[in-house]
């Protein structure tokens, strides 16, 4: 499923309550906790799911909305007015081009982030799990979550262990993100995936590390390739899924690290083309 895909025509007003800054002030990275109330006594939303956020497009480039997802990180109780309140972490993305020295900013975790209270804002859904486990239970998964794209992750791998019959496959999660996103996903209170690793089969594997962009893949190449044998194993089996998710240049990214993994591109490509043909390549890039 494309980020594209999604039905944005549900959409809901809704007011900034409360955002306060939970990076500490010497941290680079800003992570916002934003409390937003929605009206509508129609809206209704699960903590795990997602929320779109319509926050206004480049209008340079003929965009009204631009369109991005949230995880819902808490649910308040309903207000006595039949409002819900919910909270949603957001980390403030941007970019500075280390040639150019320009900087591009993520444009709807800015405008989340300047959002003051009693701002207005527009939301979609709410939307479900981004990725669907496979029905077998012991399938083999790789799941690559570059920068943000770590965030679907989070709900996906919680179903995974709660489903029934409970998931046995091996599952390696390779993670790119820095110590912001560490915080907002890893952080001692939370502990998202530090709890599965108690599952024999479970493995996080922080690939980037302190990388400033994904532009510079150096780490994430040598990391996959340093576990290249087992990698290619899991690829070469039929029943192993890939999920991928972050930002679209990861496609080309990845397909060098694989090339060479596989031992050439052409055999990468055949591989990935039969992985794709029986729908065991699952990507959600943006
Ligand atoms: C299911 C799901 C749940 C999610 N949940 C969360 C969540 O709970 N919290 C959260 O913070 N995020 C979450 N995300 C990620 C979120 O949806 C956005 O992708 C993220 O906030 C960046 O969006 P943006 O509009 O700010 O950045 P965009 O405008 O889409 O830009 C993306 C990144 O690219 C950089 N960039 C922009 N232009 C360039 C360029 N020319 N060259 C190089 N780099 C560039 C930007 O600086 C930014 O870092 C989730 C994603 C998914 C799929």
Redesign the pocket.
Known sequence: MRLQDYDTRNQFKAKVIATERITPVESPDEVRDLIIEVESGDFSVEVGQ?IGVLSPGRMEFGQRW?F????V?DLPAKTSQGSTRLH????R???I?EFSGEE???????YLCDLRVDDTLTLTGPYGL?FEPPEESDASLILIGA???I??FRAFIKHLYRKTPPFKGRVRLFHGGRTGLDL?YMNDKRNDFAQYYDEDTFEAISALSNRP?W?NAIDWGSVMESRGKELWGMLSDSQTYVYL?G?EVIRDELDVVFAKIAGSAEKWMRRKAEMEAGERWIE?L?
């Open positions: 997602n631009h991005r997802l949230y995880s990180a949603i972490c957001v980390r993305c941007s970019y081009d591009y900013r993520g444009v709807a975790s800015n981004a920068g943000t794209g965030a679907p907002l962009h532009s998710a930002l959600l943006y």
